[in-house]
């Protein structure tokens, strides 16, 4: 690398939430999560700090009991999706420190190798691969801002042992949602929520449903309840989510009792 070049890092998942990320760049924990993170060989903070949105679809994969009390993790389809973009917090950080992020990310692997020729690839295909094993393997590539790389990372191939986030995890989500891009409680809610699905072999799809399987998914949604404490957002009943496939939608349908206002 000529000189200290810098990437904005683009996050959808919890390091929407600042307080979150910083405990990736500074080192330590943050609450909800007993895993205490080395931080980043820099531990200067983001020179920026701006939302947007991805083309692309959010969902939620795999399992870890190493994290927020054991949950899925959130990815990003390789392909893009007109539909449902995914709201995205990016921090301008210099690409030593992203590297020590994916590192983290990937519970401490190997080092990513030819970084500037990877990067290249990504802008020319949309993602290139990042890692050869781990987690998060895709280096994805989503535009420039000033000149910079706006990257981003998920799993190389979009996954299909789908599965619920906690509701640590979702609570983090929800609290930089509500950072990043001012939504209240019930429009985080909204925007985790799947409209239409068919539940099939325990996992949604993003599809018509007949009016009386429609009236089924109503019913059994209502166990899930979202509620505005302390102005964050607060997931109950985690094992009533459905989450959503690959590249259709997004996560559980989840719908907010009266209660529920401006968060």
Not at 55 to 83: D, K, M, N, P, Q
Request: hydrophobic share 35%.
């Amino acid at each position: 690398m000529g000189g200290v070049q810098h990437v904005w890092y683009v996050s959808y998942g919890s390091n929407l939430h600042r307080a979150r990320f910083l405990a990736y760049v500074q080192g330590g924990r943050v609450a909800g999560n007993a895993v205490v993170y080395e931080g980043c060989r820099d531990a200067s903070p983001p020179a920026g700090d701006i939302p947007l949105t991805l083309a692309h679809s959010l969902y939620f994969a795999g399992w870890s009991h190493r994290v927020w009390g054991g949950t899925s993790a959130a990815f990003v389809s390789l392909a893009g999706a007109e539909t449902s973009p995914v709201l995205a917090r990016a921090y301008l950080i210099t690409e030593e420190q992203f590297l020590d992020v994916v590192r983290q990310e990937n519970a401490n692997g190997g080092a990513v190798e030819d970084f500037e020729r990877k990067v290249a690839q990504a802008r020319q295909n949309g993602h290139a691969p990042l890692l050869p094993t781990g987690t998060y393997t895709e280096l994805v590539f989503c535009g420039e801002r000033g000149g910079d790389p706006m990257l981003t990372f998920t799993a190389s191939r979009d996954r299909e042992d789908f599965g619920p986030p906690s509701e640590a995890y979702l609570r983090v989500i929800g609290t930089g949602l509500q950072e990043s891009h001012s939504l209240s409680a019930s429009e985080v809610v909204a925007y985790l929520r799947t409209d239409l699905a068919s539940e099939e072999h325990g996992r949604t799809r993003s599809c018509g449903t007949s009016s009386a399987r429609r009236s089924r998914a109503v019913q059994r949604r209502e166990t899930t309840e979202a509620t505005s404490i302390g102005g964050n957002v607060a997931f109950t009943s985690p094992c009533g989510f459905r989450w959503g496939q690959a590249g259709r939608g997004r996560v559980a349908r989840v719908r907010p009792p009266p209660s529920v206002g401006a968060g």
